[in-house]
């Protein structure tokens, strides 16, 4: 009876052990010829939760190319990429399952509505708390052309691929699936991995699993590979592989990153040194291989170093090859070993990887600064940026997004995040987050309590809440904050010391929180620049009085070393020396620079501009205090020498803005410009403009593009008086108030603006609507459609003159809005400029003008890839006058839309245009030189 039970409870550990785990087992045949895979699959999976399940839930995210209108698809055309959307239905993949069997029978799937890449299994039997399911599949993969998402066939053939087989999802109280948004955060359980990949010879395969056996045949190769306890599915089969193989102590470094030329000993020597660095921190690697690709470094790089061109050596090539390779190294060892669900709980792996970039960087390199070697230069080293470290620019990338309002909370999932944030502020604000939170528990509590998790939980399964406990079980200080407010809101930190009260022996002072947070400050006291004492300050709420013992100190200060990432650092400072030492002095500076909050900087901006025919180029300078962070305040002064008209021209601008968290109304600004520059040869023009402006927005999700803005302004003009045209020159002073609302949604395929127009001038009162819908379809056509309506309210300006009148063609800005560059040209190519305003027609009609309403409809459909055919109609109505009927039609080449466009009209009210004498003075175009226009299209793929 004992032999029996103990042979029992020997069956029941073998049972277990064989069984009681994941496993997936793969057998793909590659034909090469044409882009697939033939996939005979094996996944057995066990229910580890206590619940029973009748249905199973299964990631295909290769099947997420398959249509323009996953949400994979949705997401690239979100960040104005429109390679997928135009892209052939053969550069396309897809997954074409035959057949999902258990124990020999077909079993019922489906593929989710609106989310094709995850199916859905009906199972035969129910499964039940710790048992496994076991599934065959049968499936064909169609690879895509790898310039979507960088995964898939590339122009040279070589297949880098990721996702590209059929995995299990999650259950763990409910199912954790979503679709492929292309951030590389597949959530799948720890698997005993067997591949067989038979492709022809030819190839080189690299993979980081394990090779267990080769076998040469004479066209093909049959490769088994195997590794245990893995998440990572990443192949790459190369024509001629890159990859390069550096053996450490305790791993294997299988990398193609580039290695900026580096002799082999260099490279070898800074493998050593990385990888000392992560084992000593993170302990030793579970697996046998860690493959660092380029393809990891390209999405995830050392923002800094990839900005400057590479005739710039701003680092050592060294430098720059070490970071690159402990960055991926750093994150790819996380991404295999801390298996938390990166779609909602990114942040802590992001916020650990900063965090020892951070730690390297102060170890090994503690005198690199921001600008590296350029901060050296003669010139540059006057700049404030030039005394930064090179991790101070974690805390200015961050700052770049809460100084416009733009963050978003650490906790939000990571296809809700903008790609900025994504990619940059968010990573950065979790890493100097643990470096506050660090700073704050003292005695190495927070490093040490990250090893030691690591170590506990390298390849459980485990969760940012499970971090929490963890590290609040590891200090006595009240850290609540930390998890509450910094991680899950957008509260911005923000500090200042009020009152102070000295004696020779004490001081007493108030810190106010300028914020609703209840995160706490360090407050320092120095003697010159040597620091006396420092102490943390807690529970602030609003305002905090304190005494604390002077000893010697001549000066307080909050965040003194700049550790928390506060909002404002202007106001974190004191001086005991009497009030006079507590004005900054004035700094000037050439060029723009880096905010010094000890200063008040002005800078002075050298200007080369061409804004119209009349000035021609000028010269001149502007002063202004705006810094690389915005400012809520802010001013500028730029006068200019124009050679042409040899005048001094300028402008001046003076505004204050109101940021508002959690709020459809996110920003507020108001403040008047001025503005002289000439309207015509030898004719001047002065604008004044008060103004005010509300800014709306969705308030839960940054993402969408949809935008609201409210302007009221009082436009004050006077002009130089036009002897030769009495009819412009009869009032050529006047002002008017105009009230703007204009709604838009600006996405790459669906594109949709409308907004109302009312201007009250001293003899006319208008109004005005105009709405545009721009549509790019499935088969690749784009439709333009735009609709104007204008009426005078009143009218009593001069009939002869057209001056304040609805424009069919060419609006004469009397608010001077546009950025004509001849705006008073009757002829000659000056006057072919087109404004997409108003009527919006391309031919000069022989009634151009309206003086008491006015009606358009313009469209264009494509012809073939950027040429499109426009049509527009619409009712000219002047006083005294029965309506008019107008129409042109023609060409528009689209270059890019928006800014760079030519338009060829060829048949209109004045018959085939295109046969007509002159005709080249009938081309119009419509172009940008416009700096801020321009980088606008950088903007919207990131913000």
Not at 155 to 161: A, E, P, R, V
Not at 783 to 793: P, S
Not at 926 to 939: A, E, I, N
Request: glycine share 4%.
């Amino acid at each position: 009876m004992k032999l029996r039970f103990f042979y029992c409870i020997i069956f029941f550990l073998i049972y277990h052990t064989i069984f009681a785990q994941n496993k997936i087992d793969v057998k793909a045949v590659f034909d090469i010829e044409n882009k697939q895979i033939k996939i005979s699959q094996t996944i057995q999976y066990q229910n580890t939760s206590q619940d029973e399940l009748q249905a199973i839930y299964l990631n295909d995210w290769n099947n997420s190319y398959a249509t323009k209108k996953t949400p994979l698809a949705i997401r690239i055309a979100d960040e104005y990429k429109n390679d997928f959307h135009l892209a052939k239905n053969e550069d396309r993949g897809f997954s074409v399952i035959t057949s999902i069997r258990q124990n020999g029978e077909n079993l019922i799937y489906e593929q989710l509505e609106n989310q094709i890449d995850i199916v859905k299994v009906e199972l035969k039997k129910t499964l039940k708390p710790n048992d496994s399911y076991i599934i065959q599949l049968e499936y064909l993969v169609q690879i895509p052309n790898a310039k979507f998402t960088s995964y898939g066939i590339t122009d040279s053939g070589d297949f880098n691929l990721r996702y590209w087989y059929i995995t299990p999802a999650i259950y763990n109280g409910e199912w954790q699936y979503y679709s492929n948004k292309d951030l590389d955060d597949l959530f799948i359980p720890k698997s005993d991995i067997s591949l067989e990949i038979e492709h022809p010879n030819g190839y080189v395969l690299t993979s980081e699993l394990n090779t267990d056996k080769t076998t040469q045949l004479p066209n093909k190769q049959i490769i088994k590979l195997s590794g245990k306890n893995r998440t990572n599915n990443k192949l790459f089969l190369s024509k001629k592989s890159d990859f390069k193989t550096l053996q450490t102590d305790n791993f294997t470094i299988v990398s193609n990153i580039n290695d900026e030329n580096l002799e082999i000993l260099d490279k070898v020597l800074i493998t050593e040194k990385v990888t000392k660095f992560i084992l000593d921190n993170f302990g030793k690697y579970p697996h046998e291989r860690l493959l660092l690709t380029n393809i990891d470094y390209s999405k995830n790089p050392v923002y800094g170093l990839n900005f400057l061109p590479n005739f710039i050596k701003a680092y050592p090539n060294h430098f720059q090859y070490e970071l690159k390779l402990l960055k991926i190294a750093l994150h790819n060892y996380l991404e295999n070993t801390l298996l938390l669900n990166p779609r909602k709980e990114q942040w802590l792996i992001d916020g650990i990887l900063v965090y020892y970039l951070m730690n390297y960087v102060e170890q090994h390199y503690p005198n690199m600064k921001f600008l590296g070697s350029i901060a050296d230069i003669w010139g540059v080293r006057s700049f404030h940026a030039s005394d930064m470290k090179f991790n101070d620019k974690y805390i200015l990338a961050f700052m770049l997004m809460a100084r416009t309002n733009r963050d978003q909370p650490l906790t939000m999932q990571k296809d809700s995040l903008l790609k900025f944030n994504k990619n940059i502020a968010n990573k950065y604000k979790a890493g100097i987050g643990l470096k506050y939170l660090d700073d704050f528990v003292n005695h190495d509590i927070v490093e040490n309590s990250i090893q030691s998790f690591l170590s506990k939980n390298k390849l459980k399964a485990t969760s940012v809440k499970n971090f929490e406990t963890y590290i609040k079980s590891k200090t006595n200080k009240d850290i609540d904050w930390f998890f509450k407010d910094y991680l899950t809101t957008r509260k911005k930190i923000d500090f200042k010391i009020r009152k102070v009260k000295k004696t020779e022996d004490s001081i007493t002072l108030t810190i106010k929180n300028k914020r609703e947070n209840n995160m706490p400050v360090s407050l320092y006291t120095l003697n010159n620049d040597s620091i006396v004492s420092k102490i943390w300050v807690q529970d602030i709420d609003k305002n905090k009085t304190l005494t604390i013992p002077r000893n010697d100190a001549n000066k307080l200060v909050l965040n003194y070393n700049s550790i928390i990432p506060e909002i404002n650092l202007r106001d974190n400072w004191k001086s005991l020396k009497g009030y006079f030492f507590n004005n900054k002095p004035l700094q000037f500076r050439l060029f723009q620079d880096v905010e010094d909050p000890y200063y008040n900087q002005v800078f002075l901006m050298p200007i080369v501009e061409f804004n119209n025919i009349y000035d021609g180029f000028t010269l001149g300078g502007k002063l202004y205090n705006k810094t690389v962070l915005r400012k809520l305040f802010n001013y500028k002064i730029a006068p200019r020498y124009s050679f042409k008209s040899k005048t001094i021209t300028g402008s001046a601008d003076i505004s204050n803005s109101h940021y508002f968290e959690n709020s459809n109304l996110y920003f507020l600004k108001y403040g008047i410009s001025a503005g002289y520059s000439s309207y015509a040869e030898d004719l001047f023009v002065t604008k004044i403009t008060p103004r005010i402006r509300f800014f709306f927005r969705p308030k839960d999700d940054l993402r969408s593009n949809k935008r609201e803005t409210l302007t009221l302004r009082y436009v004050d003009i006077n002009r130089d008086q036009d002897v030769n045209n009495i009819f412009t020159s009869n009032e050529p002073n006047y002002s008017v108030l105009n009230l703007r609302y204009i709604n838009s949604n600006d996405n790459l395929i669906h594109f949709k603006k409308w907004y109302t127009d009312l201007q009250i001038g001293k003899k006319f009162s208008k109004l005005a609507f105009n709405y545009e819908y721009r549509r790019l379809f499935e088969s690749n056509r784009q439709l333009n459609v735009r609709a104007f309506a204008g009426a005078f309210l009143k009218n009593n300006t001069n009939l002869n003159s057209d001056y304040f009148s609805f424009a069919l063609d060419r609006p004469t800005d009397y608010l001077f809005d546009y950025n004509y560059l001849g705006r008073s040209e009757d002829t000659g190519i000056f006057s072919q400029q087109y404004i997409d305003a108003e009527g919006g027609f391309k031919s000069k009609l022989e009634t151009p003008f309206a003086n008491q309403w006015i009606t358009t409809l313009n469209a264009s459909t494509t012809l073939w890839k950027y040429i499109l055919v426009y049509g527009d109609v619409g009712f000219v109505k002047n006083k005294y006058q029965s309506p008019n009927f107008v129409y042109d039609s023609g060409i528009r080449i689209n270059l890019v839309t928006d800014y760079f466009e030519i338009y060829l009209p060829i048949y209109s009210n004045l018959g085939w245009e295109i046969g007509q004498p002159n005709y080249d003075q009938s081309i119009r175009f419509k172009f940008t030189v416009d700096p801020q226009s321009l980088l606008g299209l950088f903007r919207r793929r990131w913000y």
